[in-house]
């Protein structure tokens, strides 16, 4: 694997349990590189947008925080960079299947992070 991939996945990660921003600017400028060269060596590698996975990421990180907490889901989409709590609820029903409130209730973790990670990068997770 990548070392620099290796290290972005570790950036994002400790980002994202630090409820630190986690954006391709705040993940890039964290690890030196300018935002093109990670964004463009990241889709070679993986085929994917850098930013469609941060967001899918940040989405993972919402549907526990549903699943764990008593947060409301405004709060729940701010703790996880999302501005708008409309495109958050839009985003989260794209990736899931359903509203936050429905993820709260029927919702499984199990299978929430598998999904979203790209083969050479789920040897990782």
Known sequence: MDGLLRSLIK???RRLRADEEVTVEAVTKELGYTRQYISGRFHRI???????????KRLEKAAKLLKSGNL??????RRCGFDSEN??????????????RQFRS???LRNASRRAMPPP????A
């Open 11 to 13: 950036t994002v990660r």
């Open 46 to 56: 993986t085929g994917r947008l850098l930013s469609q996975f941060l967001k899918e």
């Open 72 to 77: 409301r889901v405004s709060q729940v989409a």
């Open 87 to 100: 495109y958050f609820r839009q985003q989260f029903r794209q990736r899931f299947g359903m509203s936050p």
């Open 106 to 108: 029927n919702g499984d």
């Open 121 to 124: 990068l789920q040897q990782l």
